[in-house]
């Protein structure tokens, strides 16, 4: 059958999972990747828990106490520069885990939360942190300095 300068043999059918479901015969993140390949979706599972992490490093005390201060004489507009170059990048990784887990596998799911509550352990809540668990916001900290 002639499609219009298309053969119908090449054509090829894509499936996206739109329920959960279990198997490592997936996409997450780029066409292809990890593919049926067992190693390699063991590879993307890392790579959520590291960015789940990283997101939680982020969003810390830990980072935040380390970034240049605003109240010394001259410094406010690099202390602002700072603070919403680090804002752009945990918004970027936090765009990027929403999408590897728009791949609707339990797995990614799985290490994604998992790397929420390794990263939460480790800067939010002592181990490198100030030993206080952090709130999410800090609204009201923050309207204080304003």
């Known amino acids: 059958m002639d499609m219009g300068g298309h ?26 990747w990890p593919g049926a390949r067992g190693g390699m979706y063991a590879v993307a599972l890392l790579a ?20 240049p201060s605003a109240s010394a004489p001259g410094r406010r507009a690099a ?16 765009y990027l885990l929403m999408l590897a887990l728009m791949s609707f596998n339990v797995g990614v ?9 390794a990263g939460y352990l480790v800067f939010r809540a002592g181990l490198c942190g100030d ?9 009201k900290e923050q309207a204080a300095h304003c």
């Open 109 to 117: 799911l799985l290490v994604a939360v998992a790397g929420h509550a």
């Open 7 to 32: 053969d119908m043999g090449a054509m090829q059918k894509h499936y996206m999972h739109m329920t959960f479901f279990w198997g490592w015969k997936s996409e997450i993140l780029f066409p292809g």
């Open 48 to 67: 959520v828990f590291v960015l789940a992490l990283l997101l939680e490093l982020l969003g810390s005390r830990a980072l935040d106490s380390r970034l």
């Open 131 to 139: 030993g206080r668990a952090q709130v999410e916001d800090g609204y």
């Open 79 to 94: 202390a602002g520069a700072a603070r919403a170059a680090v804002h752009a990048v945990r918004m970027a990784v936090a």
